[in-house]
């Protein structure tokens, strides 16, 4: 049986008002169309709910039981929808957002830090993982959203860029290239290199600009975790090629950063599916997310490192 809504609300006020016309007038309709509503819900019931006279309209035993619990269903229905909708504007819950390693060391601290400030209610959970786990975190729905280095051609999610940022060289101090002001990128032929595996969304695209460069790399050593870099470099096991986030430098080491030129930058997105809307709270932090990229880069516009 397909009952609506409305039939059922028209009548629990007929049952209520103990009149067609009255619970009219309740609810807005016409006496006809109330009369037309009941006529309808009894036909779909095949039981007879009312009786009618001149003068009041009587509940039948099956209408009495079932205005009864109608009128505590709809009641509950009220409540809940009206529960709902608080839910969906207010800022609380629990966030989880998911980010690479370095997006997570040297972004994700201040988004945090402003959330807590601005959104006390909101809880924010980082998932710190390598990119390829952050985009099937994000499919699967396991968090709400992340903040990936641009994936290319992904059909099934929406991305917004926050922050262009460049390689740049990373070398110990005693290496010829530390005297450079910049350092071209054909200066890495023959050179030694430490280099992310492709578990960081930064690889193909250092990849890529070697081949662009037609330069072949001579790759030492591929590692796990962008911090493994420094000691490596530090060691003089080779030199590297790092995105600006890394920074800053461990203190007391004996490295040096270099502009690359022809400057080759990598885009940081936020990212979530398209087919999944956000929460108020999720939509919130999405703002301080991107608010914060953008503060770094005015802030990163003032430093000569990223003038060239």
Not at 81 to 107: D, F, K, M, N, W
Not at 154 to 166: M, N
Request: hydrophobic share 45%.
């Amino acid at each position: 049986m397909n009952y609506s809504l409305r039939q059922l609300r028209v009548f629990v006020t007929v049952a209520q008002e103990k009149s067609f016309s009255r619970a009219g007038e309740c609810i807005g309709l016409s006496q006809s169309a109330v009369s037309h509503s009941i006529k309808e819900l009894e036909r779909q019931t095949g039981v007879k709910l009312l009786d009618r006279t001149t003068r009041e309209v009587v509940l039948t035993d099956a209408g009495q039981q079932l205005a009864g619990r109608l009128e505590r269903l709809l009641d509950e229905l009220h409540i809940t929808l009206r529960e709902a909708g608080r839910v969906g504007t207010q800022l609380t819950g629990t966030v989880r957002v998911a980010a690479s390693q370095t997006i997570s060391a040297h972004l994700i601290p201040q988004c945090i830090a402003q959330s807590n400030l601005r959104y006390p209610a909101i809880d924010f959970v980082l998932h710190d993982r390598p990119q390829q786990w952050v985009l099937e975190s994000i499919r699967q729905g396991e968090v709400d959203f992340g903040i990936v280095i641009d994936p290319g051609a992904v059909s099934d999610l929406q991305c917004e860029a926050v922050l262009s940022e460049p390689f740049l060289l990373l070398c110990h101090e005693s290496h010829p290239l530390a005297t450079r002001e910049w350092v071209n990128w054909q200066d890495l032929r023959e050179e030694r290199l430490v280099l992310q595996d492709y578990a960081s969304g930064s690889r193909p695209l250092i990849d890529a600009a070697l081949a662009h460069f037609a330069i072949e790399a001579n790759i030492v050593q591929e590692i796990g975790h962008p911090a493994t870099l420094f000691p490596m470099v530090e060691a003089g096991i080779g030199i590297s090629i790092l995105p600006a986030l890394a920074l800053p430098l461990p203190q007391g080491s004996h490295l040096q950063v270099k502009r690359l030129t022809p400057v080759v930058e990598r885009q940081l997105m936020l990212a979530r599916c398209k087919n999944r809307s956000l929460s108020t709270a999720a939509q919130a932090l999405w703002e301080v997310v991107r608010t914060q990229a953008n503060a770094l880069t005015n802030l990163r516009a003032q430093d000569p490192l990223y003038q060239i």
